[in-house]
């Protein structure tokens, strides 16, 4: 089902590396059923809980460009 589609991962842990092993471990599988992944840049969220309001919107906006970058650069779906 993901053969060939395009794959941007964005990841958020309230610890400093939280997401890092996640991450990887998730490219892993992806890449093994070949799904096309966004390879940079990878959006990896350290200290989420400062990052996003009350309401759930990301407010950091060096992430936010880094996702918004990686999601255009996916090209179309």
Do not use: C
């Amino acid at each position: 089902m993901l053969r060939g589609k395009p794959i941007a991962m964005m990841e958020a842990s309230p610890s400093p590396v939280g997401t890092a092993r996640a991450h990887m471990q998730l490219r892993e599988i992806l890449l093994y059923v070949q799904a096309q992944m966004v390879v940079v840049p990878e959006v990896l969220v350290a200290h989420a809980t400062e990052k996003f309001d009350d309401e759930g919107s990301f407010t950091d906006e060096v992430g936010r460009g880094g996702f918004n970058w990686s999601v255009q650069r996916s090209g179309p779906v």
